[in-house]
């Protein structure tokens, strides 16, 4: 498995996501081919360092100027996992192995099939998301 320090995701807006589902809704359009998966993002992967960066910057607070190597927290959460018996996949834990594996590689999706469908659809990226909704978020820092 390949693991890279600018993992990317990706992401939609609220309202983009809306849209979709929408549009998906409507009975002349919604109907979907059997077994055919639609990925539902903004089509621009975004790494979690400039997730971060983002929300670090907007609150007030310092960005993380480094990135631990994976396998230097894997190895020991796996293996206090395996010491105490923990499933991974049923902890409560706000850290487990599968949760960094999920920051610590490629998450993202093309939405090019969602496209190809309804071209006529435009997506915020997450920067232009994030500066529309920042407000909603400042409630909570």
Known sequence: MLFRSQAR??????????????????????AV???LVYHVTD???????AV???????????????SLPFWLLY???????????????LTRSSVSSIRLKLVARDNYFSNRR??????????????TGFAQARDYYADFS
Request: with cysteine; net charge neutral; hydrophobic share 40%.
């Open 33 to 35: 081919e059997p077994g």
């Open 114 to 127: 969602l496209v190809q469908r309804w071209p006529e659809l435009c997506f915020r990226d997450f920067a």
């Open 43 to 49: 089509g621009s992967p975004v790494s979690y360092r």
């Open 9 to 30: 995701m990706s992401l939609i807006h609220v309202d983009d996501l809306a849209t979709v589902i929408g549009l998906f809704s409507a009975p002349r359009t919604g």
């Open 75 to 89: 190895a020991p959460v796996r293996a206090r996992e395996r010491l105490l018996g923990i499933d991974p996949e």
């Open 52 to 66: 971060i960066t983002t929300l670090c910057d907007a609150f007030g607070y310092r960005a993380p100027r480094f």
